[in-house]
């Protein structure tokens, strides 16, 4: 009856872990469609794009916040320690003021899981 119980035990913990990798997986369609509704205004993708509004997020994954090319961060996004990667991304598209106080950012954020995943998802694509 142990043997059971402790294999049923770890079937559902493998099942749960399995559904919790490919939620945070990400869609990459979705994460496109929510670029371009909610940032898209302010952030290019282009390799020679030019910044705007705020940074060309091209070569995003792996560079120092603050450090675009052509862009003027503030002294909080170029002093806060932030190399952008899928955890970083993921605390900061959450809530970009409670993340970096003092961020120019005016946006109040992905706050469902699942949209940080699918932004995440289409931003370590596109920016390539």
Not at 59 to 71: D, M, V
Not at 104 to 123: H, N, P, W
Request: hydrophobic share 35%; with cysteine.
């Amino acid at each position: 009856m142990r043997k059971t119980t402790f294999a049923l035990s770890v079937s559902i913990a493998a099942i749960l872990v399995a559904g919790s990798a490919s939620a945070q997986s990400g869609n990459e369609a979705r994460g496109e469609r929510l670029f371009n509704q909610q940032c898209k205004a302010c952030h290019t993708l282009n390799k020679d794009g030019a910044s705007t509004v705020g940074p060309n997020l091209h070569g995003l994954i792996g560079r120092k916040a603050g450090s675009a090319e052509g862009y003027s961060s503030s002294d909080a996004m170029k002093n806060s320690g932030i190399v952008w990667d899928d955890k970083t991304l993921v605390e900061y598209l959450k809530n970009p003021k409670g993340r970096v106080p003092g961020t120019k950012m005016v946006y109040a954020g992905l706050k469902q899981e699942a949209q940080q995943a699918d932004m995440i998802a289409f931003l370590k694509k596109a920016t390539q």
